[in-house]
């Protein structure tokens, strides 16, 4: 048990003989530790001598600086780790009131009742180790969200961020933007040229939230980018890297992605689909379609399991948009959600918009949708175009 260091603060000779005395079983056992000053003035050098004083025993009536200056005195020192109780007369009531609205937290009476007095301290330390724990608690929390603060940056780092990436080439255009909640979490982009003619790109979203979810992240990001660079077809580079996350995943983490490889000459798209949201191409004429599924299932569970590789093609000047389900699901004030046709909508509207513009705008729109809402999940939003 820790030993609480207390100060009282009083003029009478007696009373340092008498606490002595009555809390005997408490000095021996290493309960309490009494500090003794004969006023105000003091009982300021010896608080600001020792910052482990826990509880101060004050009498109001003191030489050179009195109780209630002295009780003013301390509210300058800001320090919420101890409390005064005032030990004063029964005739100086006013003077006790006073007092309270000084800060002081509790009264005892004289003469001294020495079982009200105990009971009084032990009422007073108990609230003080309460704040002493609510202090430790803070601290905590906040050397957390530092850490969380300095993962999401460096889960953003990860990230490709300069845009264009590729200026050299005219063939297509790319752009992504990621807003992530308040925790670090496990939605990413990527995009890696496979040879000179073809682009590969990627949009998924590990489950859960926090750590665990941005170290699967960077897992299966770097596994994904690896595995492209050695298999070209989607379908078959899913498949191996679904075999390689299930020895990394528990029972809860597994991760949706979408795949797809542009041939950057003709505008032809082969992609698989994990178990992701749909992407939508969106066309010269305005119109939005929502891409054809493929056999596919999330990664890192279930092996083996045959995944499938489709196609289409863009014309110049035609898109793809890719997504986290943090932009469907994301939820308003009455608890209503985005959802896929209020997207397709947007997409409609903007379907004119430059890639960059439409990233930024969709985000922006969703971000309004849900208002004063909380964010719950990372909105991640990837867009491609064809130039030609």
């Given at each position: 048990?820790?030993?609480?260091?207390?100060?009282?603060?009083?003029?009478?000779?007696?009373?340092?003989?008498?606490?002595?005395?009555?809390?005997?079983?408490?000095?021996?056992?290493?309960?309490?530790?009494?500090?003794?000053?004969?006023?105000?003035e003091?009982?300021?050098?010896?608080?600001?001598?020792?910052?482990?004083?826990?509880?101060?025993?004050?009498?109001?009536?003191?030489?050179?600086?009195?109780?209630?200056?002295?009780l003013?005195?301390?509210?300058?020192?800001?320090?919420?780790?101890?409390?005064?109780?005032?030990?004063?007369?029964?005739?100086?009531?006013?003077?006790?009131?006073?007092?309270?609205?000084?800060?002081?937290?509790?009264?005892?009476?004289?003469?001294?009742?020495?079982?009200d007095l105990?009971?009084?301290?032990?009422?007073?330390?108990?609230?003080?180790?309460?704040?002493?724990?609510?202090?430790?608690?803070?601290?905590?929390?906040?050397?957390?969200?530092?850490?969380?603060?300095?993962?999401?940056?460096?889960?953003?780092?990860?990230?490709?961020?300069?845009?264009?990436?590729?200026?050299?080439r005219?063939?297509?255009?790319?752009?992504?933007?990621?807003?992530?909640?308040?925790?670090?979490?496990?939605?990413?982009?990527?995009?890696?040229?496979?040879?000179?003619?073809?682009?590969?790109?990627?949009?998924?979203?590990?489950?859960?939230?926090?750590?665990?979810?941005?170290?699967?992240?960077?897992v299966?990001?770097?596994?994904?980018?690896?595995?492209?660079?050695?298999?070209?077809?989607?379908?078959?580079?899913?498949?191996?890297v679904?075999?390689?996350?299930?020895?990394?995943?528990?029972?809860?983490?597994?991760?949706t992605?979408?795949?797809?490889?542009?041939?950057?000459?003709?505008?032809?798209?082969?992609?698989?689909?994990?178990?992701?949201?749909?992407?939508?191409?969106?066309?010269?004429?305005?119109?939005?379609?929502?891409?054809?599924?493929?056999?596919?299932?999330?990664?890192?569970?279930?092996?083996?399991?045959?995944?499938?590789?489709?196609?289409?093609?863009?014309?110049?000047?035609?898109?793809?948009?890719?997504?986290?389900?943090?932009?469907?699901?994301?939820?308003?004030?009455?608890?209503?959600?985005?959802?896929?046709?209020?997207l397709?909508?947007?997409?409609?509207?903007?379907?004119?918009?430059?890639?960059?513009?439409?990233?930024r705008?969709?985000?922006?729109?969703?971000?309004?949708?849900?208002?004063?809402?909380?964010?719950?999940?990372?909105?991640?939003?990837?867009?491609?175009?064809?130039?030609?």
């Amino acid at each position: 048990m820790e030993k609480h260091r207390i100060l009282v603060v009083d003029d009478e000779p007696d009373l340092q003989m008498l606490i002595l005395q009555r809390f005997r079983k408490q000095i021996k056992e290493d309960e309490y530790e009494f500090f003794f000053a004969e006023n105000g003035e003091e009982a300021l050098d010896m608080l600001s001598e020792s910052h482990n004083i826990s509880l101060v025993l004050s009498d109001i009536n003191m030489p050179r600086m009195d109780g209630l200056t002295f009780l003013t005195e301390t509210q300058k020192l800001e320090n919420p780790m101890f409390k005064t109780v005032i030990v004063s007369a029964y005739g100086d009531m006013d003077n006790i009131r006073t007092a309270m609205n000084r800060g002081a937290f509790d009264f005892v009476t004289k003469p001294i009742d020495f079982t009200d007095l105990n009971a009084t301290i032990e009422k007073t330390l108990k609230e003080i180790q309460l704040i002493q724990d609510g202090i430790q608690h803070k601290k905590t929390l906040e050397a957390v969200q530092t850490d969380l603060e300095t993962a999401a940056r460096i889960q953003q780092k990860m990230l490709p961020q300069e845009f264009p990436p590729f200026p050299d080439r005219s063939e297509f255009s790319i752009y992504a933007e990621m807003y992530t909640a308040k925790q670090v979490g496990g939605d990413f982009y990527d995009f890696f040229m496979l040879d000179e003619h073809h682009l590969g790109f990627v949009c998924a979203d590990v489950s859960g939230k926090g750590v665990p979810a941005s170290l699967y992240m960077a897992v299966s990001r770097t596994t994904i980018k690896a595995i492209a660079s050695q298999i070209q077809d989607p379908a078959l580079c899913l498949s191996t890297v679904n075999t390689m996350l299930i020895p990394e995943s528990d029972l809860t983490t597994f991760v949706t992605a979408f795949y797809g490889v542009m041939d950057v000459r003709t505008g032809k798209v082969q992609y698989c689909n994990g178990g992701h949201n749909l992407p939508y191409i969106v066309r010269n004429d305005g119109t939005v379609e929502e891409v054809e599924t493929t056999e596919g299932i999330l990664l890192g569970k279930i092996e083996p399991f045959n995944f499938e590789t489709k196609e289409f093609t863009l014309e110049p000047g035609e898109k793809i948009l890719l997504f986290t389900d943090g932009v469907t699901e994301a939820t308003a004030v009455d608890g209503s959600m985005y959802e896929e046709p209020r997207l397709e909508a947007f997409l409609e509207k903007h379907s004119k918009d430059n890639i960059n513009k439409l990233v930024r705008s969709l985000i922006v729109d969703v971000l309004k949708f849900m208002g004063k809402a909380d964010q719950s999940d990372d909105i991640t939003v990837l867009a491609v175009g064809y130039n030609g």
